[in-house]
């Protein structure tokens, strides 16, 4: 077949790929320091627990977990789910659908919601992964202003009145890419708009748990008194992004309707991959490992911005208090783009910020990610990274 009479699906005119993805063709080569991904560090994978964990529950269930399994999910999660939300994120969940991933919690609700057209406002700039979901959905998307505290309720509400959208997606907490923290007012204003203009409210906090200093803040849906806040939730982060195990909680109606979504996407999640993250929830086993975690996750980014303070050449970075990215601007005439390129050249890799921005622009824009690196991983690449941008700004 010629490809001149293969036509597809007009989903995929404004869609050409994740821009990560293809650098992650480039950071596998042997020796390449890697600032690029979101990748958990290797050292924060629990093999051990896991393999531990899976012969126990093959052993007691197997014959069961290897079967076809629910779309709503293995029971015993399901359960361990409800009183970790309670207990560990602070709403009564009234339904949860175990998720392959919380990105596939984000392909569920545009499948729910969303018509070709429909307005989805968007933080800008944004996680890639989703921006290309929600443009898949055909969804028209628009972008709310931000600050060093997060989406700017004033500029969120103006673009409500004007565009009237289905849906509002926000990262909260250590936000990717900024890593910036939306603030406990602006976290209660966005709720109560959610309920005045009956908007659904995507908060999507894969990173909450990965606090490395300051307050603990509430979710966006524990202000939610009318259903209108969706939390997305994921256990990539904290246990194993190769479990692929996350979930979807809110309004039983919507859950119901991603249930249904989810039936002719994957039938269900992994039995085998539920159950071991519930026993890591029943042992009691997560907060500790956090903790463990989170220490060594602490200090690969205070050495990080350690090295961004002595760049002279930017003109300002975030300074986050968890999650896995720090967020820098370069001067006007910079191109984040070509710096990578030179940058790779010497074994360093990083994303240009403007893959994050619903127009793209922002070209001296770039996402650091300290979590995959090791402390003299992290010195030797922002020392390579400084000794460019130096250059640069004398061009």
């Known amino acids: 077949m010629e490809s001149s009479s293969l036509h597809f699906a007009h989903r995929f005119d404004q869609v050409s790929g994740s821009a990560i993805r293809e650098i992650f063709k480039v950071i596998a080569k042997p020796g390449m320091i890697s600032f690029a991904g979101g990748n958990p560090s290797v050292t924060a994978l629990p093999d051990e627990k896991v393999s531990e964990l899976a012969v126990k529950v093959l052993k007691e269930n197997g014959k069961a977990l ?31 659908l175990p998720v392959t991933g ?19 406002l ?33 500029d969120l509400e103006e673009k409500i009145r004007r565009y009237q959208p289905k849906m509002l997606y926000t990262i909260p907490t250590f936000q990717n890419p900024t890593g910036r923290t939306l603030s406990f007012e602006r976290r209660k204003a966005i709720a109560e708009l959610a309920s005045r203009y009956h908007m659904i409210v995507a908060e ?8 490395y200093s300051g307050e603990k803040l509430p979710a966006i849906k524990c202000f939610d008194t ?6 997305l939730g994921s256990f990539s982060k904290t246990i ?57 996750y602490a200090r690969q980014l205070d050495r990080m911005l350690g090295h961004l303070q002595e760049i002279s050449g930017l003109v300002r970075f975030t300074k986050p208090e968890g ?7 370069l001067p006007e005439n ?62």
């Open 66 to 96: 290897l079967q076809y399994g629910a779309t709503e999910g293995y029971p015993p999660f399901v359960e361990a789910l409800h009183q970790y939300i309670t207990e560990t994120v602070g709403f009564q969940p009234e339904a949860v």
């Open 102 to 120: 919380s990105t596939q919690a984000m392909d569920l609700l545009c499948k729910a919601l969303i018509d070709p057209g429909d307005t989805i």
């Open 122 to 154: 968007v933080e800008n700039p944004s996680f890639l992964g989703n921006l290309q979901c929600m443009r898949l959905y055909q969804a028209n998307l628009i972008p709310v202003a931000s600050d060093e505290q997060g989406l700017l309720p004033e």
């Open 204 to 211: 999507d906090d894969p990173y909450r748990d990965l606090r």
């Open 226 to 231: 009318d259903d209108w806040v969706v939390f």
């Open 240 to 296: 194993s992004p190769g479990l692929r195990v996350g979930y979807l909680s809110g309004r039983p109606d919507l859950i119901r309707k991603c249930t249904v979504g989810k039936q002719s996407s994957d039938v269900h999640t992994a039995n085998l991959n539920q159950a071991i993250v519930d026993q890591y929830l029943r042992q009691r086993l997560l907060p500790d490992h956090i903790r463990a975690i989170s220490s060594d």
């Open 323 to 329: 999650g896995l990215f720090v967020w820098a601007e």
């Open 334 to 395: 910079m191109d984040a783009k070509a710096l990578l390129n030179k940058a790779i050249e010497q074994k360093v890799a990083f994303v240009p910020g403007t893959h994050f921005f619903v127009d793209g622009g922002h070209e001296n824009t770039l996402r650091l990610n300290f979590s995959n690196s090791t402390l003299e991983q992290i010195d030797q690449g922002m020392n390579i990274l400084k000794d460019l941008i130096l250059q640069e700004s004398r061009r």
